[in-house]
């Protein structure tokens, strides 16, 4: 992993995948957007990790979100339920007693989860805002939580999130939501 403060070098980025600097450039800018890394006039373009407060908002903006979006449960249709059930059973799958045996696998799964729930009012922009939130807290649980996944509590919190929607009971996925965040 790099450090933070550590600084990117533009062309040694393009070297190493093989692209011209146009595409890292980009890149490093939509990383600046999501403040994954800082773009300094003379300094260059350094590594910026997330701080906690950072995360904090984050997460208060992702809850906003995800209650809202909870809203649409009354009216989702059964197959749409069975999506986010193989999630949901997918990623329970994956424990192994207080960890994930495929931890970058289940943080796919994790992220997924999240996106169908969000992607309910079908609002582009709001998935597009949302995707743009998520890489903080992607990051925070890379950095911060592989040694402590809080594995089961998390299966279980996903489960709660999946029966109060096979229920239709909007208050009751809120609080699933709001536990799980």
């Known amino acids: ?33 999501d403040g994954l890394v800082q773009i300094s006039p003379r300094r260059g373009t350094c590594v910026s990790y997330p701080s906690p ?35 949901v059973e997918e990623s329970a799958a994956l424990l192994q007693g207080d960890h994930f045996r495929d931890y970058d696998r289940f943080l ?16 582009r922009r709001l998935v597009d805002l949302y995707a ?6 992607q990051f925070a649980n890379v950095l911060h939580l592989g040694g402590s996944q809080r594995a089961p509590q998390t299966v279980a919190e996903h489960q709660e999130i999946l029966a109060a929607a096979r229920a239709r009971d909007v208050e009751r996925a809120k609080q699933a939501i709001r536990t799980h965040l």
């Open 1 to 33: 992993p790099l450090a933070s403060g550590e600084r990117l070098s533009i062309k040694l980025l393009a070297d190493r995948f093989q692209v011209s600097v146009t595409p890292v450039r980009d890149a490093l800018k939509r990383l600046a957007v």
């Open 53 to 87: 407060t950072d995360i904090a908002e984050v997460l208060q903006i992702r809850e906003l979100i995800e209650c809202a979006c909870a809203e649409c449960l009354r009216d989702v249709p059964a197959e749409d339920l069975a999506v986010l059930g193989n999630l």
């Open 132 to 137: 743009s939130l998520r890489s903080h807290t």
């Open 108 to 123: 796919v799964l994790d992220a997924e989860i999240h996106r169908w729930l969000v992607g309910r009012p079908q609002n």
